[in-house]
């Protein structure tokens, strides 16, 4: 019998490679009965921490979808829009409100619930091109995954979701994590970046028969 494998998806939800990573993730999942736990890791927690990364709030959304241009190259599914954003007026969105109106979600519908909204905010943000910065916005989004609004809105307001990102963080670092997207499997082995289903699949299973030797 195969070991169960337990992986812990480290992500953010304005980081186009974890958008395309996601979906590989999910048919492993099914395909090898993995054990997925969601943690955030925030690239840029606000204006502040993005301004000192790239100069400007508009240079930062210059660079970033560039980055966004590797990324649809990548996707499976061809569902990233980098012409809608850049024709948005919104400043490029920073991480932490959307990270936290994740960690609501799970509140909510647990860890399946997380990642259905995760992978909702994400495809809100890198093909509908959505201010996933915006708290209504979010809570829009959670609508249409099935929450809850004025709880959604209630619980957002907790300084718990904040206090479940700062462990998160604590978590990444343990892990020694830098980037998103980061899987840990069983608290041991650490596979970084968007890697196609076939490497992933084949570096899980490497990882499954080292647990199964061991």
Known sequence: MKQKLRVD????????????????????AKEMNLEVHHH?????????????????MKQAKKIILGHWEHCALADDQNRVN????????????????????????????GKEEYWDYFDAVT??????????????TLADIAVEVGLD????????????????????????????????????INEEWVISGALSLNELRKQLRHIQ????AA
């Not at 495809?123 to 209504?136: G, T």
């Open 9 to 28: 998806f480290f992500h953010d939800v304005i980081c186009g490679w974890c958008y395309v990573l996601s979906p590989r993730l999910r048919h492993l």
């Open 40 to 56: 955030a890791f925030a690239l840029s927690a606000d204006k502040n921490e993005m301004i000192r990364k790239f100069g400007s």
């Open 82 to 109: 980098v012409e809608g954003m850049r024709k948005k007026s919104f400043e490029y969105p920073t991480s932490t409100t959307g990270l936290i109106a994740c960690k609501v979600a799970q509140k909510q519908g």
């Open 123 to 136: 495809h809100a943000h890198m093909s509908e091109n959505r201010n996933i910065a915006d708290l209504e």
């Open 149 to 184: 609004k004025q709880r959604f809105l209630k619980d957002y307001a907790s300084s718990d979701r904040v206090q479940e990102i700062q462990r998160d963080r604590k978590l990444a670092r343990k892990f020694e994590i830098q980037s998103t997207p980061s899987l840990v």
């Open 209 to 212: 028969q080292q647990v199964c």
